[in-house]
């Protein structure tokens, strides 16, 4: 007879295939099947499996400030905050003032435009990108994140000048079905530009570069300037 609940070793009868357990002290012995009598050996006890600790690794699993390697790193989000709220609506009513101020001084023209554009372009890169990234993935920061607007930035403002230059040579109208002909292609550049340069997937991509176009849309709105076909 076959003793049993000590350290227990799975065994299944052939004869009648009942599951039981069985002392580990049975391991490769014969006994025969408490249901049917029928000759059992029992198999050998599976060899026991140690995890061990981190610290087990010594040195080898510790960086050289003594930190295990083994530790999760954890992710650093950005939090969107009061302070950092107040910033980009201050900054947001301080670049409409300037342009509503300089329309009314005439100041604005395709040689000051086009700079003003460019020093701009970044900052809504950035503000955009904020908004639009994936908070599950580790998120651009520093000088790198403004490399990345400026490259990001620089193109939006050239892009955006081929879009007014159709305007002056008469391809884009005051007409809303222009709009929808030529705008869509802008759109998709755009969204592989935010695609190469912030990792942002096509739709975000294109949302990113349609946060750029709205905002100096309404910042010409503001300045008083023409349009291109005016």
């Known amino acids: 007879m076959l003793g049993f609940l000590t350290m227990p070793i799975p065994v299944i009868c052939p004869g009648c295939k009942k599951s039981f357990r069985v002392s580990e002290k049975f391991a ?4 025969n099947c408490p249901n049917c009598k029928h000759e059992i050996t029992v198999p050998a006890a599976a060899p026991e499996i140690k995890v061990h600790a981190p610290e087990a690794f010594g040195s080898g699993g510790k960086t050289t400030t003594g930190e295990l390697i083994t530790k ?8 969107w905050n009061p302070v950092l709220a107040t910033v980009v609506v201050g900054a947001s009513m301080l670049i409409l003032l300037i342009a509503f101020v300089g329309g009314k001084a005439g100041i604005w023209s395709r040689w000051t435009i086009a700079p003003a554009l460019l020093l701009l372009s970044p900052v809504l890169a950035v503000a955009a990108y904020a908004v639009l990234r994936d908070d599950e993935t580790e998120p651009h920061r520093g000088k790198f994140l403004w490399y990345r607007a400026l490259i990001c930035g620089a193109a939006y403002a050239f892009l955006w000048g081929g879009f007014e230059y159709l305007g002056a040579y008469g391809l884009l109208t005051g007409e809303l079905w222009t709009w929808l002909i030529i705008l869509p292609p802008f759109v998709a550049v755009g969204g592989l530009l935010a695609l190469a340069t912030f990792d942002l997937d096509f739709g975000n991509g294109s949302l990113h570069f349609g946060f750029f176009a ?9 300045a008083g300037i023409a349009w291109p076909w005016q």
């Open 28 to 31: 490769g012995r014969k006994g």
């Open 72 to 79: 999760p790193i954890a992710r650093r989000t950005v939090q």
């Open 214 to 222: 709205l905002v100096t849309i309404l910042l010409r709105v503001t």
